[in-house]
């Protein structure tokens, strides 16, 4: 992945216009040089409204058009009030590494690419035609390409349901969970703490769901994939202690309030699923300790890893954000 979502040149890439984009874009350009702030409010709201695949176009074409969806301070206020009314994260991602950052303008494309993908799933039977599937797929993965929170956790869900599927091959299978785990590092490196918790239900779920589906098999056959899975469910609980390492991380607090809309992770899934939370991480260190049966050593040896894997990812800027052991 380019260190920017979609297109990561400064200069105007190869991508040619048809006429009529050519004329669309001519006048989008007249309105941004015009210095008429009354016109260029008018294109910020025709340009949310314009169809995914020609604002992509266009912002891969044009320069100038591309410094415009990055830069205007207007177009970005109206680009996170429509991501945040529709339940979409609203600021600017840069992952933990560096190495990933999508803008509110790409954020945008991903979300109007999701939606595609779910106009097909609720089309009739008869209307899902192979050309309809194709490019529901296709804008899917172009969510996923852009890092949406909501493409990742789904492509997750949908391969811990691979991973169990009875008709599915044995190297289909392995491919499903290297996946998990590609998508659970992904995940949590794009979205900090919360990131972190997600990737670690994300490992529980399969964990929990394997341990059902394997219930009925012999000690033999189930010995190895009960080995594997514990150290999925390690994982799972790393997960968790690294996020402790970012609770008052500021860009991952940043990130957690705009995917909770301003609530915090625990308040936003008590009122949304009414599932009771752990409201400090103090409280949920009893619970975490309690899932390795309460084994100091194997709770220090978690513990050390999350701090050695958060610190290793953020050594280049830790000067300016101080980890925090909470536990």
């Known amino acids: 992945m380019n260190s920017h ?92 590494d560096g190495k990933e950052h999508f803008c509110l303008f790409e954020l945008l494309i991903a979300v109007k690419k999701l939606s595609q993908y779910y106009d097909y799933c609720n089309l009739p ?30 492509r997750c869900e949908e391969n811990i349901n691979l991973f169990l599927s009875d008709d599915v091959s044995s190297e289909d299978k392995e491919k499903a969970l290297t996946s998990i785990v590609h998508d659970t590092k992904r995940i949590s490196n794009l979205y900090w703490g919360i990131g972190y918790i997600q990737a670690g239900c994300i490992l529980q779920k399969l964990v929990e769901k394997t341990a059902e589906a394997t219930s009925h098999w012999k000690d033999d056959e189930s010995r190895e994939e009960k080995d594997r899975m514990a150290i999925f469910y390690q994982e799972s609980i790393k997960n968790r202690l690294c996020a402790s390492l970012l609770e008052h991380h500021p860009e991952s607090k940043k990130i957690e309030l705009a995917l909770t809309l301003g609530k915090g992770y625990v308040a936003y899934i008590m009122d949304k699923q009414g599932i009771k939370m752990p409201t400090t991480w103090e409280e949920a260190k009893i619970k975490l300790r309690s899932w390795v049966k309460n084994n100091d050593a194997t709770y220090e040896r978690l513990l050390n890893a999350a701090k050695i894997e958060v610190d290793a990812i953020l050594k280049p800027t830790a000067d300016e954000a101080k980890l925090t052991l909470r536990w």
Do not use: W
């Open 5 to 96: 979502g979609l297109f990561s040149t400064s200069s105007a890439s190869s991508v040619e216009l048809n006429a009529d984009d050519q004329v669309t874009l001519g006048a989008i350009k007249r309105v941004i040089n015009s210095n008429d702030n009354k016109k260029i409010d008018g294109l910020i709201d025709s340009l949310i409204k314009y169809p995914v695949d020609l604002l992509q176009t266009l912002y891969k074409a044009d320069t100038e058009f591309k410094d415009f969806c990055q830069k205007n301070t207007k177009f970005q206020e109206a680009l996170a009030n429509k991501l945040q009314r529709h339940g979409y994260i609203n600021v600017e991602i840069i992952s933990m």
């Open 125 to 154: 039977q008869a209307e899902r035609t192979s050309e309809a599937r194709l490019r529901s797929m296709q804008a899917f993965e172009r969510a996923y390409e852009l890092g949406l929170f909501q493409a990742l956790k789904a």
